[in-house]
C-alpha cells in the first residue's frame, strides 16, 4: 500500500507526481501473514520555474533609457532583434525606431519559462530644413517649404507673420522662422 504524507505529492500505486513544491514523504507498507513492515523516503518537489511579469514602459524614444524589472529574480534577459539594446544591470536603450520584444527567461532544473513584453521604439522629432528665400519687403508675402510635412510654423518676434508657410514681411529688422 502506498501513501503519502501531505498533499505536496499524487499518488497513483508507485507513480507519484509533484503537485505543490516543498517536501513530502512516501511511505510503502507491505503486509503479509507475518506482519507488516513500512518504508519511506522523503522527496523534495522543486518548484517550476516562474517568469514573473516583466515591468517596463509600452513606448520609449531613441537615445533614452528605462529600467526593466521582473517579480521573478533568477532569469536573464534578452532581446528579439537589434531596436534595445540591454546593459548587465536592467537598463534598456532604445537604439532603432520600430518593436522589439524583451524576454525575461527563468530556468531551472524542472525546465524553463519565458515572459516577453513588447516596447514601441519611437523616431526622434525632426523639425527638417526650412527652404526657400531668406529676405522679405515689407508689406509682401512669401512662401517658405520644410523638407518635413508635419509641424507647426511660428516666428520669434513681431517683424514677420507665418500662416502655414506663408510668410509676410511687417517692419523691417531680423526675425526667426
Same mark, same amino acid.
Given at each position: 500500500v502506498w501513501f503519502?504524507?501531505?498533499?505536496?505529492? =499524487?499518488?497513483?500505486?508507485? &507513480? *507519484?507526481?509533484?503537485?505543490?513544491?516543498?517536501?513530502?514523504t512516501v511511505f510503502c507498507t507491505v503486509s503479509n501473514y507475518c506482519g507488516s513492515d513500512t518504508a519511506h523516503k522523503v522527496v523534495h518537489v522543486l518548484? =517550476?520555474?516562474?517568469?514573473? &511579469? *516583466?515591468t517596463a514602459h509600452d513606448s520609449i524614444c531613441i537615445g533614452i533609457t528605462d529600467s526593466l524589472i521582473n517579480s521573478s529574480s533568477s532569469g536573464t534577459w534578452s532581446a528579439t532583434n537589434s531596436n534595445i539594446f540591454i546593459s548587465h544591470d536592467n537598463i534598456i536603450t532604445a537604439i532603432n525606431k520600430g518593436f522589439d520584444t524583451i524576454i525575461y527567461t527563468a530556468t531551472n532544473s524542472c525546465g524553463t519559462a519565458y515572459s516577453n513584453k513588447i516596447i514601441l521604439i519611437l523616431p526622434l522629432p525632426d523639425a527638417g530644413i526650412i527652404l526657400g528665400q531668406d529676405s522679405i519687403c515689407v508689406g509682401s508675402t512669401i512662401t517658405l517649404r520644410d523638407t518635413m510635412s508635419t509641424g507647426t510654423w511660428a516666428v520669434i518676434n513681431t517683424h514677420l507673420t507665418v500662416s502655414a508657410g506663408i510668410i509676410?514681411?511687417?517692419?523691417?529688422?531680423?526675425d526667426t522662422v
Open positions: 503519502v504524507s501531505n498533499s505536496n505529492l =499524487l499518488h497513483t500505486d508507485s &507513480i *507519484i507526481q509533484g503537485r505543490f513544491a516543498g517536501f513530502d518548484p =517550476l520555474p516562474d517568469a514573473g &511579469i *516583466i509676410g514681411g511687417v517692419t523691417a529688422g531680423r
